[in-house]
């Protein structure tokens, strides 16, 4: 008896045949169709990392370039839900701001918001801006005091105008007692005790803050202004081009030094003088000419800017700055000079030197003074030092101006 056959287990040979060149035209038609698109790279999509936490993208680009790029690409939006979130068409360092010319760490914002200078024009709380300022003061003066040298301060003080801004730099402390003064609610004051004009000057004056003001009075409190006039005296050191003054001091003040700081008769100004003999190795050179004193001296905006960078943070009182001043203007023996035809007298009060310590059995004034001296060798030594090192890195010898 024969077995019988199961006629749904034998594929015929034409049904065999068709599902092998079905299968490699499929082949054939998935090749072409891939090598016809463009390589997309995948790390120029938009992909949230919170989807793909594990996957660098990179790396498997890298590491399966040999596979089509498309057929990865559908493989991960499947697990977006077919949804790709389309490329920007620019890229992000082009939106980036970076203006190199901005002043040292602004360059990332736009040059039109950049305010890189200030002033000290008081401003109201209400109304417009545009509005807050009736007249721009065009120079500032300032003085460092005491509150018992109020009565100096009144007087000079009422010898500025409207044109000027003033400001009170206080060592004692005492800021809310001048309030008995009616002009001491438009004055700036700032208090630090026991602190000088220099250290003052060196925190709160920056030249881009004072940047606004066209000449900047730096005086002590102990001056006497009955002969003075501030507008007139900025009228004579236009006239003469000075850019680094002092009224001429009258022959009865106090403590009165250097013959160049000596009030003439019969003058405007003068810029230089006959000292005593040896006291000038150089008739053009301090303290024959290009000098003035520290006590009331006058910077136009340009020689402040210089000044400025040149005092130093930790010698506070300025002496040996007076010796120096020259080198912020050029030539200095016509552009430094005192105003004869508008003077002051220097009373040569130490009230600043009474603020320091008693040391040693010494009187504080005595320290102080001491202080001063020494601070003065300082300077000297350490402006030797810097010329010293530029003229050697210039490979120059400053004395006889030949290269070596």
């Keep these: 008896m024969g077995v019988p056959l199961r006629s749904g287990?034998?594929?015929?040979?034409?049904?065999?045949?068709?599902?092998?060149?079905?299968?490699?035209?499929?082949?054939?038609?998935?090749?072409?169709?891939?090598?016809?698109?463009?390589?997309?790279?995948?790390?120029?999509?938009?992909?949230?990392?919170?989807?793909?936490?594990?996957?660098?993208l990179t790396y498997i680009e890298d590491k399966y370039s040999g596979l089509s790029t498309q057929t990865l690409l559908n493989a991960l939006n499947s697990l977006k839900a077919n949804k790709v979130v389309p490329?920007?068409?620019?890229?992000?360092?082009?939106?980036?701001?970076?203006i190199p010319t901005n002043p040292r760490g602004a360059e990332r914002l736009p040059p039109g918001i950049v305010a890189s200078e200030s002033d000290l024009y008081l401003r109201r709380l209400w109304g417009q801006p545009s509005e807050d300022l009736t007249?721009?003061?065009?120079?500032?003066?300032t003085f460092?005091?005491?509150?018992?040298?109020?009565?100096?301060?009144?007087?000079?003080?009422?010898?500025?105008?409207?044109?000027?801004?003033?400001?009170?730099?206080?060592?004692?402390?005492?800021?809310?007692?001048?309030?008995?003064?009616?002009?001491?609610?438009?004055?700036?004051?700032?208090?630090?005790?026991?602190?000088?004009?220099?250290?003052?000057?060196k925190r709160f004056l920056h030249p881009d803050i004072v940047a606004p003001y066209e000449y900047i009075f730096m005086w002590d409190e102990d001056l006497g202004v009955e002969h003075f006039d501030a507008e007139e005296y900025i009228k004579l050191v236009r006239k003469h081009g000075l850019e680094i003054s002092q009224p001429g001091l009258d022959p009865n003040s106090g403590g009165l030094t250097w013959a160049m700081t000596r009030k003439r008769n019969n003058t405007e100004v003068h810029k230089n003088t006959e000292e005593r003999p040896g006291?000038?190795?150089?008739?053009?050179?301090?303290?024959?000419?290009?000098?003035?004193e520290i006590m009331a001296t006058v910077f136009s905006r340009d020689a402040w800017q210089c000044v400025w960078h040149m005092i130093q943070n930790d010698l506070v009182h300025g002496w040996g700055l007076d010796f120096s001043l020259r080198k912020c203007v050029e030539p200095p023996h016509e552009k430094i000079g005192v105003v004869d035809a508008q003077w002051i007298l220097?009373?040569?009060?130490?009230?600043?030197?009474?603020?320091?310590?008693?040391?040693?059995?010494?009187?504080?004034?005595?320290?102080?003074?001491?202080?001063?001296?020494?601070?003065?060798?300082m300077f000297q030594d350490r402006m030797t030092s810097a010329?010293?090192?530029?003229?050697?890195?210039?490979?120059?010898?400053?004395?006889?101006?030949?290269?070596?």
């Excluded at 007249?135 to 003066?141: A, D, E, H, M, S």
């Design 9 to 56: 287990n034998v594929r015929k040979p034409n049904e065999t045949m068709r599902l092998i060149i079905t299968t490699f035209a499929g082949v054939v038609f998935g090749f072409f169709l891939g090598v016809s698109f463009p390589t997309l790279s995948l790390t120029k999509m938009n992909l949230p990392s919170s989807l793909f936490p594990s996957i660098d």
């Design 87 to 98: 490329a920007p068409s620019y890229r992000d360092n082009e939106t980036k701001i970076w």
């Design 144 to 201: 460092t005091v005491g509150y018992n040298q109020k009565n100096n301060i009144d007087a000079a003080v009422k010898k500025f105008s409207e044109n000027f801004t003033i400001v009170l730099f206080h060592y004692d402390g005492l800021t809310t007692e001048w309030e008995e003064f009616e002009w001491s609610k438009r004055v700036i004051h700032v208090s630090a005790r026991k602190q000088t004009k220099w250290w003052y000057a």
């Design 346 to 377: 220097h009373q040569g009060v130490p009230s600043l030197g009474n603020q320091g310590q008693t040391e040693g059995g010494k009187a504080p004034w005595e320290g102080v003074r001491e202080r001063c001296r020494r601070e003065w060798t």
């Design 135 to 141: 007249i721009k003061p065009k120079y500032l003066v």
């Design 279 to 292: 006291w000038c190795t150089d008739p053009h050179l301090p303290p024959c000419a290009a000098f003035v």
């Design 387 to 404: 010329e010293k090192a530029y003229y050697e890195a210039m490979g120059l010898n400053p004395f006889n101006r030949t290269a070596r």
